[in-house]
């Protein structure tokens, strides 16, 4: 409505000095090489992203790009994703309502003998049909898992159907869990492991919840 010439002589006039030839050369001056390849990059990572359901953090998205023969610095694929105001799932505080259950393990996670203490939490798998959800049980004792299940929702159900697949399985064997069993999972991303506090039938077997640092414990395989 007023040009380019009004407008730089009302700004010089503020203090913010800017001739019109600086905002010629700056609208005829070619996209840096920079530019260029953010753009690209851009496509590439939230076309990523989007295939893998929103889920995928700084560090899959990268390793993604590098499947695909795409190189480029994880900083970089950190400073695009936000930039683009993407993440990927993180572990947050329940607001599912229900009070937490109190972390009976204290941190340690040693046993003396077969079901006396459990630790569970869930993780997500990428498929070529989407993401699937697998829940876990271990018996801290052998390192076993000795309860699982997969699901492509990340309901209650996923997580309680596998502690009800680990007792089953502990009382068909000959060996049942009962009281004096600790079931301790994360304080539960999505809820689910908090919910569990709740079920039914469980012979007994108390509910804790707290961080599951187990990664100096590793199951087999």
């Known amino acids: 409505m007023f040009g380019v010439e009004p407008i730089c002589k009302v700004l010089t006039s503020h203090g913010l000095k800017i001739a019109t030839s600086t905002?010629?050369?700056?609208?005829?001056?070619?996209?840096?090489?920079?530019?260029?390849?953010?753009?690209e990059l851009k496509?590439?990572?939230?076309?990523?992203?989007?295939?893998?359901?929103?889920?995928?953090?700084?560090?899959?998205?990268?390793?993604?790009?590098?499947?695909?023969?795409?190189?480029?610095?994880?900083?970089?694929?950190?400073?695009?994703?936000?930039?683009?105001?993407l993440q990927g799932i993180r572990r947050g505080r329940s607001d599912d309502?229900?009070?937490?259950?109190?972390?009976?393990?204290?941190?340690?996670?040693?046993?003396?003998?077969?079901?006396?203490r459990w630790v569970a939490d869930f993780t997500y798998v990428s498929t070529w049909s989407g993401i699937v959800y697998v829940a876990f049980v271990v018996d801290v004792f052998s390192r076993a898992i000795v309860g699982w299940s997969a699901a492509t929702s990340k309901r209650a159900k996923l997580v309680l159907d596998a502690l009800d697949m680990a007792l089953w399985r502990r009382n068909r064997a000959g060996n049942p869990a009962g009281p004096g069993l600790i079931h301790h999972s994360d304080a539960g991303s999505q809820g689910g492991f908090n919910r569990s506090s709740q079920h039914p039938d469980l012979g007994g077997v108390r509910r804790g919840h707290g961080g599951l640092e187990f990664e100096d414990q590793r199951c087999p395989g």
């Not at 905002?23 to 753009?39: F, T």
């Not at 900083?75 to 695009?80: D, E, I, K, Q």
């Open 97 to 116: 309502g229900h009070q937490r259950a109190d972390d009976l393990l204290q941190r340690d996670f040693t046993a003396s003998r077969p079901n006396e």
């Open 43 to 85: 496509t590439q990572i939230s076309r990523v992203h989007a295939d893998n359901f929103g889920v995928y953090g700084v560090r899959k998205v990268w390793r993604q790009l590098h499947r695909e023969g795409i190189p480029v610095a994880r900083c970089t694929v950190a400073r695009l994703m936000h930039g683009l105001g």
């Open 23 to 39: 905002y010629y050369a700056a609208r005829n001056r070619r996209p840096s090489l920079r530019s260029v390849r953010d753009a």
